[in-house]
């Protein structure tokens, strides 16, 4: 078994200030395993998502733990907690771990980037969880099948086409409005 290196994120979060809904130890059943989803760049780490994510409607990480390409684990919500990410199912009694990865670096397709050292960061983290809350947790791995779900990149092109073609529309119906 290797070392499981967990690291306090490298400065302070914005979750470390404000902290949202706590919970109890004993409402935890669960763990949410998802890609973060970054192209797999080592520099990606949990102050990396402090800065972004909020420019995406987060409140800060919304992942308790994140697993870096190097297999680090960083802890980045409080685990008491309640985070930000996840089906509303998912988030009141599970932890979060996001997993740096899961987009091609040069198309931006969803791809299976986790790395021998993130598998194995991510396994030894579970059991270590599990074994402190003193039960099973339920896991549920979206990392699973990650390619084969809908390429977020043609998704967003896709809809930007549609968004054009319809305002291209739209100034062509203003026009004729005009010229008539």
Same mark, same amino acid.
């Given at each position: ?16 200030? &404000? ?15 998802? &890609? ?8 990606? !780490? ?65 791809? !299976? ?68």
């Amino acid at each position: 078994m290797s070392r499981l290196d967990i690291r306090r994120a490298p400065t302070r979060l914005r979750t470390d200030y &404000f902290k949202t809904r706590t919970r109890d130890l004993s409402e935890i059943t669960g763990v949410l395993i998802k &890609f973060a989803p970054t192209i797999p760049d080592p520099r990606i !780490d949990a102050a990396f998502f402090d800065a972004v994510l909020p420019r995406k409607g987060y409140f800060g990480v919304p992942y308790h733990y994140v697993c870096k390409m190097d297999g680090t684990v960083q802890v980045a919500r409080d685990p008491l907690t309640v985070s930000t990410v996840g089906h509303r199912i998912h988030v009141p009694h599970n932890l979060t771990i996001g997993v740096v990865g899961g987009l091609d670096e040069e198309t931006g397709d969803r791809v !299976d980037t986790m790395t021998d050292a993130q598998r194995g960061a991510v396994e030894e983290l579970l059991q270590r969880l599990a074994d402190y809350l003193g039960r099973p947790l339920e896991v549920t791995d979206l990392t699973v099948g990650w390619s084969r779900h809908t390429n977020t990149a043609q998704v967003s092109l896709d809809a930007e086409e549609a968004a054009d073609e319809a305002r291209e529309e739209a100034l062509a119906a203003a026009e004729a409005l005009f010229h008539n």
